[in-house]
């Protein structure tokens, strides 16, 4: 790739390069103290590991037990972050091209078209093994089944039934998929010839989800009302750190005023109101231009929806039930009826002034459910807005008319 610089093979001018970016993310961390800065460090710091010449390398999907791959001492490799992590540094442009010369459809969505670019052009380091779930789309199966075929690697799928719209996954569901989770770890403990200390990584896991638990249950009581945009950001970057050590002690930084100061919603002067909104699905990671003209005009995302999971811990001495019930039951999974019932729900609980589901593109996940999500916040008299996006774009004018659209509903509100 010319004129690109080498930061991701094997190169020791690669790792010089690597090495720099991990201190001077450190520095931040060390200098803020916060959760996020530190989540940034961990995930980061972890994931560098994936490039190391011999590494294991699960690519996973978003929703995948990283506590199964935590109990070997594996990192994750989550596409979508490493999409949304490359598009936001200099190899933006290079994995950009590259994803524009493939032979893919362009409705493909953005997070997968960019994850396969990279991982063909070197930009992520290719899988040792593929392991999916069905929550939440297809797309993320179909790339990590093709993946597997490329790079002759094993690929898995743990397969979750859509739940019932209106109670709780059966127990017969929970068991059926939590043997499914029990033979596969002991599968990745084959394939590595690693020893498994699963106990382990749940108590890591139980302490992250104890701390994240507290901190969604103030919000949700309005005792506490944090930056959805941004803690969104922190919790998708979390993703690779359950189970693990740093993961547990981030997550605990949320309880402290200081750790979570830079995720803290804004207040505003002489006592006004801020528009509280509740956001739907994921967000522009790289336009934070929207949520600044948000801010001027009295308006703030306070929750978000993808934020609802890992909340409760799972028994130790048998994890698995409690594994599978967070798939099963996991709020974006389901029918859109569901999906729509849980988030009326949720911003009535809230008392948000609104509510915003960005629809990105490609996602048929995402805007399958749209019109039924619509009518029904429709029906319940709450402000809804959608607008369309790429989660990976930066700029254009399809940003610029989401902005106007975000403006008028602003307004209106
Ligand atoms: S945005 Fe939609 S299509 Fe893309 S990874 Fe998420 S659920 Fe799948």
Known sequence: MPGMADVTGDSFSASLIRGA?????????????????????????????LFKPGAVVPWVSYLFPTELLA?????????????ATLTGTDLRGPVESAADRMPLARDVCSYHRIALAAVENDMLPAPTMCLGTTPLCLGKECLLEMLALRYDAPF??????LPPDEVEASSEVVADVAEQMRVLHEDIGRW??????????????????????????????GRLEMNGRRTFATVFLGQLLWGTEEGARDFE????????????????????????????????????????MMERRGAVV??????????????????????????????????????????????????????????????????GSLPVVRSAFVEAGIPFLAIDGDALGRGGAQQEKSRQAMESFLELL
């Open 21 to 49: 970016f991990l201190a001077q993310t450190r520095w931040k961390a060390m200098k803020s103290r916060t959760a996020r800065r530190y989540m940034e460090l961990h995930a980061l710091s972890a994931s560098l590991e």
């Open 71 to 83: 109990s070997y001492g594996i990192t994750p490799m989550i596409p979508e972050i490493g999409a």
């Open 156 to 161: 898995r799928e743990i397969r979750v039934p």
């Open 192 to 221: 590595t010839g690693r020893k498994p200390d699963l106990k382990k990584a749940i108590g890591l896991s139980n302490r992250a989800s104890a701390a994240w638990g507290r901190v969604m249950a103030e919000r949700l009581a």
């Open 253 to 292: 930084r949320l309880l402290t005023e200081r750790g979570r100061s830079d995720l803290l919603a804004p207040a505003l002067d002489e006592g006004r109101r801020l528009k509280r909104l509740l956001w739907l699905h994921t967000v522009p990671h790289h336009d934070s231009e929207i949520f600044e």
């Open 302 to 367: 306070i929750f978000e929806e993808m934020g609802q999971m890992h909340l409760e811990t799972v028994d130790p001495d048998d994890p698995f039930p409690g594994l599978a019930r967070r798939l099963t039951d996991n709020v974006l999974w389901g029918s859109s009826t569901r999906r729509a019932r849980l988030n009326v729900a949720l911003a009535k609980r809230l008392k948000v002034d609104g509510a915003v589901h960005f629809n990105h593109w490609g996602c048929r996940h995402g805007l």
